[in-house]
T-cell receptor, first 112, second 113 residues
Framework: GENVEQHPSTLSVQEGDSAVIKCTYS??????FPWYKQELGKGPQLIID?????GEKKDQRIAVTLNKTAKHFSLHITETQPEDSAVYFC???????????FGTGTRLTIIP | GAGVSQSPRYKVAKRGQDVALRCDPI?????LFWYQQALGQGPEFLTY????????KSGLPSDRFFAERPEGSVSTLKIQRTQQEDSAVYLC???????????FGPGTRLTVL
């Protein structure tokens, strides 16, 4: 089955700087890669996703890049703000097997 | 609009008790998923419904775990004879169709004493 690895497990960034979180996956059939933000006591919230037919997607301060050859994808957050502090999860799935396989999470702390 | 809702939000059970966790998906969403999230870990897949059909239950850890969605809307995850290792947050997610974005509920935190 699919295996998703995520790093770093913790990340501290000065407010205004950029944060990058990286994930690798094992199943070459995976074609959907969402990123979720989870705050304490809440369920995961989708922040951005990318499908395998594109290499990059951007939404304001958030971007995701995908390298299918290397089987890795990354989340980039620019101009970080205190409200970006949370745990971030990457995930992967493929059409026809809709379950998401999640990474182990990155606790992002924005230092004011 | 209304998102995915789950109840109860917190459940404390004594070891050996049965529990039932409810999920109300977003109206009109065909697909419904259950995940288990242990403390400090990512969610792990339990089971998947398309309408009332349970298409994948490969993630259910034992035959003590049972899920149903009889009318293709509300779903219930039942755990019989709870054990301490069942303590976790149980998340429900729904999507409009299979392969579409999954929207998560707030989860039910189960603590087994």
């Amino acid at each position: 089955g699919e295996n998703v690895e995520q790093h770093p497990s913790t990340l501290s960034v000065q407010e205004g700087d950029s944060a990058v979180i990286k994930c690798t996956y094992s199943d070459s059939a995976s074609n959907y890669f969402p990123w979720y933000k989870q705050e304490l006591g809440k369920g995961p919230q989708l922040i951005i996703d990318i499908r395998s037919n594109v290499g990059e997607k951007k939404d304001q301060r958030i971007a995701v890049t995908l390298n299918k050859t290397a089987k890795h994808f990354s989340l980039h957050i620019t101009e970080t703000q205190p409200e970006d502090s949370a745990v971030y999860f990457c995930a992967a799935s493929n059409f026809g097997n809709e379950k998401l396989t999640f990474g182990t999470g990155t606790r992002l702390t924005i230092i004011p | 609009g209304a998102g995915v809702s789950q109840s109860p939000r917190y459940k404390v059970a004594k070891r050996g008790q049965d529990v039932a966790l409810r999920c109300d998906p977003i109206s009109g969403h065909v697909s419904l998923f259950w995940y288990q999230q242990a403390l400090g870990q990512g969610p792990e897949f339990l089971t998947y419904f398309q309408n009332e059909a349970q298409l994948d239950k490969s993630g259910l850890p034992s035959d003590r775990f049972f899920a149903e969605r009889p009318e293709g809307s509300v779903s219930t995850l039942k755990i019989q004879r709870t054990q301490q290792e069942d303590s976790a947050v149980y998340l429900c997610a729904s999507s409009l169709v299979g392969g579409d974005t999954q929207y998560f509920g707030p989860g039910t935190r189960l603590t087994v004493l």
